[in-house]
């Protein structure tokens, strides 16, 4: 997917949360609630790509000095009760 002039990137030159003595304290609490978030999030609706014939990535993802990305819309349906009742 991505050309092969990026094939040398330091990827681990990425530290949202800083690195060393001066590090965010709460890294590890942050990822368990993203985690926890995300699979309620996914538990909970199905999506769906709404406008996905008007999107190609390739053509319309740019790289300056900061993504530029095209606008999705995401339709969130919930899951029938049916499903969601099963656990409790």
Not at 17 to 34: I, K, W, Y
Not at 61 to 66: I, S, V
């Amino acid at each position: 997917m991505y050309g092969k002039r990026f094939s040398q990137d330091n990827k681990a030159a990425f530290n949202p949360f800083s690195l060393g003595s001066r590090g965010c304290p709460g890294e590890h609490a942050s990822m368990v609630q993203t985690r926890i978030f995300l699979a309620k999030l996914l538990y909970t609706f199905d999506m769906e790509l709404v406008n996905g014939d008007d999107v190609d990535w390739e053509r319309d993802c740019r790289l300056y000095a900061l993504w530029q990305k095209p606008q999705i819309e995401v339709r969130f349906m919930p899951v029938g009760p049916d499903i969601l009742e099963e656990e409790h």
